[in-house]
């Protein structure tokens, strides 16, 4: 993996498995590791000082997507070219880094995880209520964009830097992603998807505690406002 890179990796409260997600993680990251500690109010702050990675701490949580442009400007002020995000609750599997790293080249500017484009690598089947509402965003962002995506909600991905600050991305929540693939196709961005496994944990934490008909909302609404942003 490249010095010009860092693993981000946004966290909230989840101390009991950071830090064996960390220590996994460094053995494929020989470059730098940013944890957005994102107003964790558990252990997850202490485990994290306690190893060799950079952090950033939002006083008070502010979101998924909050902690993810977090980490694209602390790798755009110190001339750092990739951002490869992942989470830290063992659904993104740590030697798959070494995956995405072999992929970044000039002419890519997202590299995204897709844990429906090889069923073999799935571990179990996703959520009912995930799986029905995610299908019918993606293919929504399909039609938007144009991109043959199969998978916009996977945070295992790479994303040039530069590219990801002339998004003036805004969503601070877990409807990021909406807004991310609108507006980067309206930009131009080159797009590649590359094979992830299938793992869900804790179906009730995060966007998991919202009902269907919530999530979907809130995605309609991120997409709108991304639209408008493009006609601007």
């Not at 558990?42 to 909050?66: K, L, M, P």
């Not at 897709?114 to 993606?138: C, F, H, K, M």
């Not at 909406?178 to 299938?198: D, R, S, T």
């Not at 999530?215 to 709108?224: G, K, P, W």
Request: glycine share 8%; hydrophobic share 45%; with cysteine.
């Amino acid at each position: 993996m490249e010095t010009d890179i860092v693993l981000a990796i946004p966290v909230f409260n989840e101390g009991s498995r950071v830090g064996a997600v960390l220590d996994a993680a460094r053995a494929h990251v020989p470059g730098p590791i940013l944890v957005v500690d994102d107003g964790s109010t558990d252990s997850t702050h202490r485990i994290v000082r306690a190893r060799a990675v950079e952090t950033v701490r939002h006083e008070h949580n502010r979101g998924y997507g909050a902690a993810l442009q977090t980490a694209f400007r602390w790798a755009q002020e110190r001339g750092i070219r990739w951002c490869v995000t992942m989470d830290a609750d063992w659904q993104h599997e740590p030697e798959f880094i070494e995956h995405i790293a072999g992929r970044l080249r000039p002419e890519v500017d997202i590299v995204s995880g897709s844990r429906y484009l090889d069923t073999a690598l799935a571990r179990g089947a996703p959520p009912e209520d995930r799986r029905w509402v995610n299908t019918v965003i993606t293919e929504m962002l399909k039609a938007l964009t144009g991109y043959p995506i199969t998978d916009a909600f996977c945070g295992f991905r790479a994303y040039r830097v530069q590219a990801m600050a002339r998004l003036e991305l805004k969503e601070p929540g877990y409807a990021l992603p909406v807004e991310l693939w609108i507006k980067a196709a309206h930009c131009g961005l080159a797009v590649e998807e590359f094979a992830v496994p299938l793992i869900y944990h804790d179906y009730g934490k995060g966007v998991g505690a919202r009902k269907a008909h919530q999530r979907l909302a809130e995605y309609l609404s991120v997409a709108a406002e991304a639209l408008l942003w493009t006609c601007s």
